[in-house]
Each structure stands twice: as structure tokens, then as C-alpha cells.
């Protein structure tokens, strides 16, 4: 085997090797954000516009300077020649060659370069803003999922804990009706229950993969990887008012942001619409050195140069009505991304004021979710020792049985709305 197929081989295995080295790992959610930054296609794509925008920064730059080329060219005449005795022959009657370079730089042209170069900055800080706003969206979005899993988890656990009660259940149940002191209803009423327990277990366990899948799918790594994510996680809490949410917001929020530099850059675009109506100057020179022979052009020689140097003043007077076009075009874009800003003001407001309140109600719903817990989990054990000592009926115990699970659940969602509704209010104030 050749050494270069050899080499390739090694490489590739040991870039297998580590990607299964990674993708095995157990992810914290800030690891599972930083993959998602680098390789989501919507952030790849947002820091290319960025690029892009940057190099039309240059370009704009580029218009204050002169433009500079250099050629050459050479010549050579051909043509009939009739003799005296009526001959005709074809001739090259000389040649000619030329080594110049020549130079034009636009002083004024009614401030477009000024009002393009200040667009063009405005267009780039735009798309650094669009480009954190991606970034912003891509965080909350992998927390959501985040979220979503630890909650399968927790449902998991919840179901597995069923799962055995109804199992424990089953079995009292069918030893009561043994020695007579239940009835063959209880009995099938426990295994009725007992079975709800399996399927909403499975249901659990298919939603852990389920989400397992949608979130290693998200952050960019294989679905068919033994990526797994850690159930430790440290709830945040925010404890500023509404008013600290709105100032940062509106002082952060890449969205807002990026609209204030969107109508920044329309503003600039009109001036430059209006200098096509102003004259333009431009300043020209050039340089040539001719000669019939080859080897004395190219020396330069002072006595085959020659040189011209001009100014050009121009003031259109009629472009089939292209800059009226060109303005009224501007001036409309201008009051789109006026109101687009307006718009995107008020819509900061109103999100930041929204998450907030949902914010402020999830935590209350958290605390009262905790106590409905306890409170069923307490009752579900006083109903158990009455069923065991004949003094309630399998129908209280089952009932108590379903308030305990319906108390979990809402525990449990109560957690994930409220650890949803800090990271929106973040996302809102323009926080990662």
C-alpha cells in the first residue's frame, strides 16, 4: 500500500476515533450550545453575510482611491503594393509599439462614495447584529430542547415509580381477594391501572429518545451517536424588576439593534441618491512610451514618452429618469425601515414585559407545584394504609394514586415552563 493512501487511512480512523470519542461524552447545556454555534447551517450562513458585508466595506473604502492600470500594445501595418511593371505584392509597411500606465481617481461625484462607504458600515453592523440575533435564537431554541429532556427524564423516573406502585398494588390486591376480603373487581380494576402504568412508562421512555435525537440533531452531531446529556442542571434565576429588563433589552437586543443600523443605512442611501443630481469631478493621467523597435520601448527612454493630465467636470442632465427612480426608491426603503425600527421597539417592549410576567407566574406556579406534590403524596400513603386495613375502597386508593401522578406532572412542568421562561425573558433582554 502506498505511504500517502497509508497516512490517509491513520487520519481518518483517528478522526473517527475521536469523533465517537466526543459524541459519546455526556453534554452540560452550555457544551451543547457551543456545538450548536459551530455547526448549525443557519449560524454558518449568518457569519458569511457578515463577510460579505465586511467586503463591501472594502469595497465602498476602495472608491476614495485612484484606480491604476498599465498595458501595452503593438502594432503592425500590412498592405498592397502595385510596382511599376504592375506587380502586386503584399507588405508589411512597419511596426509600432507602446508600454503606458494611466490613473483616475473621482474627487467628487456629489458625495455618493462619502454616504456609500458610511451605508456600507451601517450594512455590516446590521448583519453582525442579524448574525447574534441567529445565535440568540439558536441558545433558546437548545435550551428549550435541553429542557424538554431533563422533563422526559424526570417523567421517566416519575413512571418507573408508578409502575411499581400499580405493581404493589396488583399484588395486594389479588392477595385480599385470595383470603375474601376483596373483590374480583378490584382485582381487575389494579390491573387495568397497572397496565395504564406500563404504556404511559414506554411512553416515557420514547420520549427521551425522542428528544435525545431532536437535540443531538440540533447541536449538529449524528442521531445515530451514544450522545448523551447531563440531568444536572442549576435552575437561574433573575431578580431585577421589569424596568432593568427593558433597559437592557432595549440597549442589547441584537433584533432592535440590527434595525436601528438597517434605517441608519437607508438614511445614508437617500444622500447618496440625491448627489446623481450634483456634478461629479474627476482627474485622469496617463503615461505612454512609443517606439517602432521593441527593445527601445521598453527602456523608457524620455524622448519616446509622453504624458497627459486632465480634469473632467460633469453635471447630467438627463438619465431617462434613473435617479428619480434611484431616489424615490431610497426614500421608500427609508420609511420601511423607519417603521420596521418603530415596530421593532415596541415588540422588544412587549416581549420583555411579556416574559417577565410569564417569568414572575412560572416561579409562583413552581412553588405551589412543590406543595400539591407533597400534599398528593402524602394522601396517596393515608389512603394505602387505609386500603391495606380494609378501610378505604381500591377505587379511593386509586384515585389518590392518579392525583399523585397528575401532581408530578405538573411539577415537573411547572420546572420547564419556568426555566423556559427565564431563558426567553434572556433571549427578550438580549442575554445568552
Known amino acids: 500500500m502506498p505511504f500517502a493512501n497509508r497516512k490517509t487511512l491513520m487520519l481518518t480512523g483517528f478522526l473517527l476515533l475521536l469523533s465517537l470519542t466526543v459524541s459519546a461524552e455526556t453534554l452540560t447545556l452550555d457544551q451543547c450550545i457551543e456545538l450548536a454555534l459551530q455547526n ?19 469595497n465602498a473604502a476602495g472608491k476614495f482611491l ?7 500594445d503593438v502594432r503592425e501595418s500590412h498592405g498592397w503594393l502595385f510596382d511599376r511593371d504592375s506587380t502586386v505584392n503584399f507588405k508589411t509597411f512597419g511596426k509600432s509599439y507602446s508600454l503606458g500606465a494611466s490613473a ?7 458625495g455618493q462614495n462619502i454616504f456609500n462607504y458610511l451605508g456600507a458600515k451601517a450594512n455590516k453592523a446590521y448583519s453582525q447584529y442579524m448574525s447574534e440575533m441567529t445565535q440568540q435564537d439558536l441558545i433558546l431554541e437548545v435550551k428549550r430542547q435541553y429542557f424538554n429532556y ?6 421517566k423516573e416519575m413512571r418507573e415509580e408508578s409502575v411499581k406502585h400499580g405493581e404493589e398494588g396488583l399484588k395486594l390486591a389479588e392477595s385480599k381477594f385470595e383470603v375474601g376480603s376483596a373483590s374480583k373487581s378490584d382485582v381487575l380494576k389494579a390491573k387495568v391501572q397497572y397496565g395504564l402504568d406500563k404504556i404511559s412508562f414506554i411512553d416515557a421512555e420514547n420520549a427521551i429518545e425522542n428528544t435525545r435525537s ?6 449538529g452531531l449524528d442521531i445515530n451517536s451514544n450522545a448523551d446529556f447531563s440531568p444536572d442542571y442549576s435552575t437561574k434565576e433573575y431578580n431585577g424588576g421589569v424596568n432593568d429588563a427593558l433597559n437592557s433589552g432595549l440597549s442589547s437586543y441584537p433584533g432592535l439593534l440590527a434595525a436601528k443600523n438597517s434605517l441608519i443605512q437607508a438614511k445614508h442611501n437617500v444622500k447618496s441618491a440625491w448627489g446623481k443630481f450634483l456634478p461629479s469631478i474627476t482627474v485622469s493621467w496617463n503615461k505612454s512610451f512609443d517606439n517602432d523597435k521593441w527593445s527601445e520601448a521598453k527602456e523608457f527612454n524620455k524622448y519616446d514618452g509622453s504624458w497627459t493630465i486632465g480634469t473632467t467636470i ?14 424615490s426608491s431610497a426614500k421608500a426603503s427609508l420609511n420601511n425601515a423607519r417603521a420596521s425600527f418603530y415596530y421593532e421597539k415596541n415588540n422588544v417592549t412587549r416581549q420583555i414585559e411579556e416574559a417577565f410576567r410569564n417569568m414572575t407566574r412560572a416561579k409562583e406556579m413552581l ?3 412543590g406543595e400539591t406534590e407533597a400534599s398528593a403524596r402524602e394522601d396517596m400513603s393515608l389512603t394505602q394504609e387505609k386500603y391495606n386495613l380494609g378501610a378505604a375502597t381500591i377505587l379511593e386508593l386509586l384515585d389518590s394514586r392518579v392525583s399523585l401522578i397528575r401532581a408530578q406532572n405538573d411539577k415537573i412542568q411547572s420546572e420547564f415552563d419556568y426555566n423556559i421562561s427565564v431563558a426567553t425573558l434572556e433571549n427578550a433582554m438580549g442575554v445568552r
Open 40 to 58: 448549525h447551517p443557519n449560524v454558518i450562513s449568518s457569519r458569511g453575510n457578515v463577510k460579505t458585508a465586511n467586503a463591501g466595506v472594502w
Open 66 to 72: 485612484p484606480s491604476v492600470s498599465v498595458g501595452g
Open 104 to 110: 483616475r481617481w473621482t474627487l467628487f461625484n456629489g
Open 150 to 155: 431533563l422533563a422526559a427524564i424526570q417523567t
Open 214 to 219: 431532536y437535540l443531538t440533531w440540533l447541536i
Open 314 to 327: 460633469s453635471l447630467p442632465i438627463f438619465e431617462n429618469f434613473s435617479r428619480k427612480y434611484a431616489l
Open 367 to 369: 412553588a405551589v407545584a
